[in-house]
């Protein structure tokens, strides 16, 4: 077996933008999905059967349709309806915010739920509206409470974010594999991608870990 590892290092230019762009994706994608899915979950809490129900559709929809799916979906179909054509990150971008938003909208309802009402009928009884007491009391704590979740589900991103590679986001896996497909460098490249996935990813795991300790609801 002839092995060339040289040809990491001569793309190693392209593998770290490919990195910068993976690293976007993820940040992007939670700065949407965390105000996302707190909406969802308020929605799906209101007494409104109607929001309610409209949350669930959407939360439902999203969570149980495979993300690669959804991803190709977003690119071929979406714009024969809307008429309106997205580049590859935006619709990667849009494709992992639906999906993430879904998962936290049950996340931040469970956190939420985990709230005794007793502090939602004191902030009442003290003169507070239903939605002051929902962001001054409920919310901050319920933020807390589901930290170590929404630690975990980034971690899960930052690897998910590779499907994006099939509408040809220029993202780390996408790179890596257009690097193979040029050189014929199969070993080397998958390789060098998993081991930078690891670099990245495995910081991440452990700080998930050290939230967990630090944030984890004892009771």
Request: glycine content about 6%; proline content about 3%; hydrophobic content about 55%.
């Amino acid at each position: 077996m002839n092995l060339d590892w040289s040809v990491v290092w001569q793309y190693s230019g392209a593998l770290a933008q490919g990195v910068l762009i993976t690293i976007l994706l993820t940040i992007c994608t939670m700065l949407i999905a965390i105000p996302g899915g707190i909406v969802l979950a308020l929605m799906r809490l209101s007494g409104n059967r109607i929001v309610s129900g409209i949350s669930a559709c959407l939360v439902e929809f999203f969570r149980n349709v495979p993300l690669i799916l959804l991803i190709y979906w977003t690119f071929y179909v979406l714009p024969v309806f809307t008429e309106i054509t997205f580049s590859p990150f935006a619709t990667g971008l849009l494709a992992l915010s639906l999906n993430v938003s879904a998962y936290n909208s049950e996340t931040f309802r469970a956190g939420i739920n985990s709230i005794r009402k007793g502090q939602t009928e004191a902030a009442i009884a003290l003169g507070m509206s239903h939605t002051e007491a929902m962001l001054k009391i409920v919310l901050p704590q319920a933020a807390r409470r589901v930290l170590p979740i929404l630690a975990s589900t980034w971690v899960s991103l930052f690897k998910d974010t590779s499907l994006v590679s099939v509408i040809a986001v220029g993202d780390l896996a996408h790179t890596a594999l257009e690097i193979r497909a040029q050189t014929f460098r199969v070993l080397e490249i998958l390789t060098a991608m998993a081991v930078i996935y690891w670099v990245l990813g495995y910081p991440q795991a452990k700080l998930v870990d050290r939230i967990y300790k630090k944030w984890g609801v004892k009771e």
